[in-house]
């Protein structure tokens, strides 16, 4: 659970980093692009889901700060050199709304927009970010599909990971003979 606003601002600052980084990766073919089939959220161009990634950060956040679920005008994202200063300044913004806010507000509950019930603070918080990488991804899908570059979430692939597991598999071998060295050593002192 997020028990302060400044942690919150640092974990929303590498999800933020993450989303550059992936837009970043997009080649100049993405801007525009929209896929051959679906509807609603699953036929939106990387466009505008750039846009709404940006317009839903300030919407969690109005909501957060009491003003309501109020949806701002998106920035305009319509071509790709708009997408990184977007994300920008709509991580600003969110900053801006957020800084000052108390760490009590995390506690206290936000009618959601939809029904009588309420979430905590931070819950909201949350949702915004796990929107946010829902749609991240979806981007990311969008790019695999396409044969376009797709960054490492930690900046290691799966290979590089299947790659380093026999030394990790040799390394803890080791420490548990050491460990099992030591508890038999131990045992001989004792009789």
């Not at 919150?8 to 993405?30: G, I, M, Q, S, W």
């Not at 839903?56 to 305009?76: H, K, N, T, V």
């Not at 692939?157 to 460990?179: M, Y």
């Amino acid at each position: 659970m997020i028990s302060s606003i400044a942690g919150f601002l640092r974990y929303f600052d590498a999800v933020h980093r993450r989303a550059l980084r992936d837009v970043a990766a997009l080649p100049t073919e993405a801007d525009g692009w929209t896929p051959a089939v679906g509807e609603g959220e699953g036929a939106w161009s990387i466009n505008t889901l750039v846009g709404h990634i940006c317009g839903s950060r300030l919407y969690f956040a109005s909501a957060y700060c009491g003003e309501g679920w109020i949806s701002p005008i998106p920035p305009d994202v319509s071509n790709r050199d708009q997408w990184l200063p977007a994300l920008e300044s709509t991580a600003a913004d969110l900053h801006a709304s957020l800084d000052d806010t108390p760490d009590s507000w995390l506690e206290r509950k936000v009618r959601m927009i939809d029904t009588d019930a309420a979430l905590s603070g931070w819950r909201v918080l949350m949702m915004m970010v796990e929107h946010e990488i829902h749609h991240r991804s979806q981007i990311d899908t969008y790019a695999g599909l396409n044969g376009w570059p797709v960054p490492d979430i930690y900046g290691r692939s799966a290979e590089t990971i299947i790659q380093l597991q026999p030394g990790q598999v040799e390394q803890h071998r080791k420490q548990e003979n050491s460990q099992n060295r030591v508890d038999s050593s131990l045992t001989a002192e004792g009789s």
